[in-house]
């Protein structure tokens, strides 16, 4: 991983590609190369799908070796969606196997002079970029199917859907997953649009070394990289892994019921956003919980404890089968089935697991698919509860009707449209599954983070709901910034370890468990990194990332909920969200 | 005019209203008026569309006086299209007769907690405001004819069609001219979407004192209003008049061509944004030009001399009738039919004065739309030149079909929808009919105005091509800052006094037309009015709408063209738009 493969698709004659060392990059993974690379090389003013933008494909610090959990990527730019600088990360097999081929990051660059679309393979021998109209309009599943019949099994795909082609600014980065399924997905802030402005389908990513003599015998691929201390790294992989496997979270939760757990959770506390954030309890809750999801893929043969990268022991993904027992879609994550469920009033599982499958095949978003649903139901283009017309709302945005288009563009722009005053965005972004209200600390990370409303950017929902690392009233503003503000540093810097951030669950509470990643990473690169030093790295990325967004134009008017979440009263808490502006400023006094 | 009407549509039981002496406002008329009450009361952070946002209508301090070309009157609140402060003006019979009625200002405050649509009467005894869901839908024509058949030809209007009920950010104010015709409008900035908002229709005024007792006999309306110091004030006007009269711009080419004398000037200089902003000359210039335009109004029995309110003696104003001599619409503005015409390579005078018709008609503004409709053009969604497309998608927005949804939010919604990358906009508003390549002085007007792009707000085409109240080379950098600055300022303190802003070729050129409109306002207030008060008035004004503009997140970095703009060059003078970013943010250093 010391090398930067820079594809410069406006070059004359075609599409240029150059391996460049990591030069004042390196010691970067994941976001924080990400937002250093977009900080230092993206004018700021400039228009999201122009040829100045770039896409930026970085596996983690520790992507593509044998630790455990680290197969996440990150992907940046400047973000069509909110006009800021952008990191979605994603799970999926890609982040391994770009890592092992020895790639620190891919960056896209420039604008193709036409409206070809084109392919880029990469494996051992480099990097062959070629010119396939006939992927135009692919849906991922498939254009994955293609790739497979082209290239063969052992291969990955990071690709965009209909969306993306179309530059919508919903529209998301597809990873494939372990089966060679377009399911993981770096989803907000409309990244898949920048990688459609460059004309880019498909990224085909194939570690194999040496392929079977004949048909269907196994092909080697490469190694895992090598740590500097492989007997340290070995042992502290041991501990990692035995401190998830202990936390009830990462070791019993996830596991059983993946990420859906929290449906029960966060309606039971009353801080689950129903028919478009207006109440905090849903009736058909039980009907789409995690608990109930488990049981329908289990009694039709599907796999509800599964991981969505190799090397992944929390195993919180899944599959999902029909009512034939055919493979649908993989497990809805929680955003998913609360976007398209409690969101939009649906309470029947196949139509929501529906809907992930058409968001995973067009390349959209779910989160703000769902949200901008919920904003054109009240819009009045269809009633809450109504399944078939939010399914068809999807159907309009992967045909890119005119409907489609505006729904593709997300949440702020359908309310502007159709005049729908109550719009849950902050800096154009639809907010996640947890209402700021009910859930203060996750309300002042919405607020600020340099993403927009974004859950995972310091996931204050632990302590304010679940009470892992810490205890802070869900319901009260005192200690929200200091908590949200702890977690956006930790955060900043696990997202550059391409380390899942659930293991911050047994991070946060068990210092063995943290003292493991620090070995980790020491054992791995041969340095003395401490605590003070992931800080000091969370800082630092923020910092770029805030950097870019004031010389975009955000101010601290940027880091606020809308006002109506100050003067509506959020039921059954009949609370608002108290957090003051003056507050929020100081996220960022460290 | 010595009085607010205040009217909170949000209260309880219905519509309250209250008149309220002017206190803080005193000696504040047209956009200081409006400036002033939104800068003070709408929250700089609230939804344009919500209960806190104010809609403000103000007609200037010399309306309703006998002076001449003071009939303009100014709309403000939080504009829905830029989400900063807007001030938007028209012409049109309501400034003078809502002054004569001694209304300073009306504000239209809260929301309705229903779905209905309200009409506003006013006269000498005072207000009364009835639900009329009868009109829902109507547009402006339609309206106007049933609010003539229900209160008589006395009166006037102002009044917001479809565009506005369903509050598109391209949604117009209209105000009804002498023949009592909807064809004036507050266009920019969406502010009819705010007074739809507020479920406010139509505005009727009344001014009558007495009416003839038997039918058909003449009404008495009420009278001018009354100067501290008439002889001065008579004799202030003469001069004023004859100043106007004498000026080249303002006593021959806009009386005989209108504005439309611009088409063959600006296409001249290569300053004429053709193709979306492609090129600055387009072939079927001499089609649609003025001169054109006046040849075929007379030839059909049209008016191309007329004005848009009583006391005007430019007279730029007109009418414009169909093949077979009837009533079309009035003569179409230079910037509408630039902005329907050649920004559209469309070069049919009777297409581009049918969608005139329909912009008036539905409420929607000619500059955003025509800059939108261009922009779907560069999308595909139509060829340029296709004049039926153009007008297809004008009934679009005003049936509402998903299309004119995207459409009717102006041109920056619509590239986002349609994933364009160059679209002519500053602030989220489209750009008017001058390149800022090839007129470098009105594209830091464009970039610096609080208005977003907006050609009125400090219109150095005057310098930059006509070479009126100075010369400033249009296509250098030099000089364009402080002429800008200049013009900006003096603009503000116009747009404040009821005056057209055509009077500044005048004024500009003549000192002694200057010092006849100082006298005006000095005999008729009694005041000492002096030129450094007329700019700290402009800079008072500018600055309480930049205060509003920062507190909504408005910074530097808004004040800029898009990066466009800068790189392409603009034939035929291969000129880039060369005023440094460092030098746009010196434009308010005073």
Request: charged share 20%.
């Amino acid at each position: 991983m010391d090398k930067i493969l820079r594809i410069d698709m406006g070059a004359d004659g075609g599409p240029k590609t150059s391996s460049v060392p990591l030069g004042q990059y390196a010691g970067f993974g994941g976001r924080a190369m990400t937002s250093a690379i977009v900080s230092k090389e993206v004018p700021p003013l400039c228009h999201p799908l122009g040829a100045e933008n770039k896409l930026v494909i970085a596996p983690g610090l520790l992507s593509g070796t044998a630790s455990a959990m680290s197969g996440r990527i990150s992907v940046g730019g400047k973000s069509p969606l909110t006009g800021g600088i952008k990191e979605a990360n994603s799970g999926g097999q890609p982040s391994q196997v770009l890592a092992r081929l020895g790639y620190a990051a891919i960056v896209l660059e420039g604008k193709p002079k036409n409206n070809d679309l084109y392919k880029v393979f990469i494996n051992k021998d480099g990097v062959k970029i070629s010119v396939d109209n006939s992927l135009k309009m692919l849906p991922n599943y498939d254009l994955v199917a293609k790739m497979k019949a082209e290239y063969g099994e052992k291969i990955c795909c990071i690709s965009i859907g209909p969306a993306g082609e179309m530059k919508m600014a919903s529209a998301t980065v597809a990873f494939t997953d372990m089966e060679l399924r377009p399911t993981r997905h770096a989803g907000r802030g409309g990244l898949g649009a920048v990688m459609g402005s460059k004309g880019v389908k498909v990224i085909v990513l194939d570690d194999t070394i040496v392929r079977g003599s004949t048909p269907g015998s196994p092909a080697v691929t490469m190694q895992m990289r090598v740590p500097k201390d492989p007997e340290k790294f070995k042992d502290a992989n041991k501990r990692f892994v035995d401190g998830l496997k202990s936390h009830a979270v990462t070791g019993q939760g996830l596991p059983a019921y993946g990420t859906n757990v929290l449906t029960n959770i966060l309606n039971e506390v009353g801080g689950y956003p129903t028919y478009n954030f207006k109440q905090g309890r849903f009736d058909g809750a039980s009907k789409i919980s995690g608990e109930t999801q488990a049981e329908t893929e289990k009694t039709r043969g599907a796999n509800p404890t599964h991981g969505c990268h190799r090397g992944c022991v929390i195993q919180c993904s899944g599959t999902y089968n029909d009512k034939d027992g055919h493979y649908l879609t993989k497990q809805p994550e929680y955003e998913t089935v609360w976007a398209h469920g409690g969101n939009c009033g649906i309470s029947d599982l196949d139509k929501i697991a529906m809907m992930d499958f058409l968001d995973d095949n067009y390349g959209i978003d779910t989160i703000e698919m769902g949200a901008t649903i919920a904003v054109a139901m009240d819009a009045g283009l269809a009633k809450f509860g109504d399944a078939d017309a939010a399914i068809q709302m999807i159907h309009e945005v992967g045909k890119g009707t005119h409907l489609g288009r505006i729904l593709g563009s997300g949440a702020a722009v359908t309310g502007k449209a159709y005049g729908v005053e109550r719009v849950p965005v902050v800096k154009g972004q639809a907010m996640p599954a947890y209402d700021p209200r009910a859930v203060q600390g996750i309300g002042v990370t919405y607020a600020t983070s340099p993403m927009g409303a974004d859950h995972t950017a310091g996931y204050a929902v632990a302590q304010n709901v679940l009470k892992v690392g810490g205890d802070v009233n869900a319901l009260k503003p005192e200690g929200q910034v200091e908590l949200s503000r702890n977690l956006q540093i930790a955060t900043a810097a696990i997202d550059s370890t391409g380390m899942c951030l659930f293991i911050a669950f047994a991070v946060l509470d068990q210092p063995d468990t943290f003292q493991a990643l620090l070995d980790l990473l020491n054992s791995f690169y041969g340095m003395n990194l401490t605590a003070d030093g992931v800080t000091d790295l969370g800082k630092k990325v923020l910092t770029m990332e805030r950097d870019f967004n004031a010389k975009a134009g955000f101010t601290a008017a940027q880091d606020r909920l809308p006002e109506y979440f100050k003067s509506e009263k959020f039921a059954p808490h009949n609370v608002t969200f108290g957090v003051k502006d003056e507050d929020l400023d100081k996220v960022f006094n460290w």
